[in-house]
T-cell receptor, first 114, second 109 residues
Framework: GAVVSQHPSWVICKSGTSVKIECRSL??????MFWYRQFPKQSLMLMAT?????????EQGVEKDKFLINHASLTLSTLTVTSAHPEDSSFYIC??????????FGPGTRLTVT | DAKTTQPNSMESNEEEPVHLPCNHS???????IHWYRQLPSQGPEYVIH???SNVNNRMASLAIAEDRKSSTLILHRATLRDAAVYYC??????????FGAGTRLTVKP
């Protein structure tokens, strides 16, 4: 079946630096990918919808200048957390649909900002 | 968005059936009922989905009430590997998917 991968699986960065997280669809092309954030013991929160070749659509309350999303190809979407702060520490998960009802999720990236 | 209500947690014994309920009284006619589960430190994985009729697959069964205001995910024989947070989600056609709090299932040996 379709597989979605994320890189890195975990990252530690210093406050004020930027971090890029990659989300790849390995078997199929994905015109749309989704980015979620999950804090400990909480549910997933949809951050934005990433559209290939166009600007991402951000959910209310998500700063688009802080969380830069680029969907440069049908198999790659990237999320860049700019000027990261400790409160940005979270589990970031991407997902994609491949034409059916089932949504495929990546394994997640754990970001720790010190 | 139509919302779902699930119990915060449930417990089951290994090799026994588990019935996970979900209420969705404001469901619309075009909402599909989806179930996903999330193991610790992993991304969610698809379990099952349905619209009006009951559904079965290799992982589970989905029983949908006649008025569609509630549904039940059935794991026929729980194993320790089924311990996870189970999310019941309503999705309008092929729109985006928003997660509620889910039910944390504990399976006791």
């Amino acid at each position: 079946g379709a597989v979605v991968s994320q890189h890195p699986s975990w990252v530690i960065c210093k406050s004020g630096t930027s971090v890029k997280i990659e989300c790849r669809s390995l078997d199929f092309q994905a015109t749309t990918m989704f980015w979620y954030r999950q804090f400990p013991k909480q549910s997933l929160m949809l951050m934005a919808t990433s559209n290939e070749g166009s600007k991402a659509t951000y959910e209310q309350g998500v700063e688009k200048d802080k969380f830069l999303i680029n969907h440069a190809s049908l198999t790659l979407s990237t999320l860049t957390v700019t000027s990261a702060h400790p409160e940005d520490s979270s589990f970031y998960i991407c997902s994609a649909f491949f034409g059916g009802h089932e949504q495929y999720f990546g394994p997640g990236t754990r970001l720790t900002v010190t | 968005d139509a919302k779902t209500t699930q119990p915060n947690s449930m417990e089951s014994n290994e090799e026994e059936p588990v019935h996970l309920p979900c209420n969705h009284s404001t469901i619309s006619g075009t909402d599909y009922i989806h179930w996903y589960r999330q193991l610790p430190s992993q991304g969610p994985e698809y379990v099952i989905h349905g619209l009006t009729s009951n559904v079965n697959n290799r992982m589970a069964s989905l029983a949908i009430a006649e008025d569609r205001k509630s549904s039940t995910l059935i794991l026929h024989r729980a194993t320790l590997r089924d311990a996870a947070v189970y999310y019941c989600i309503l999705r309008d056609g092929f729109g985006d998917m928003r997660f509620g709090a889910g039910t944390r299932l504990t399976v006791k040996p």
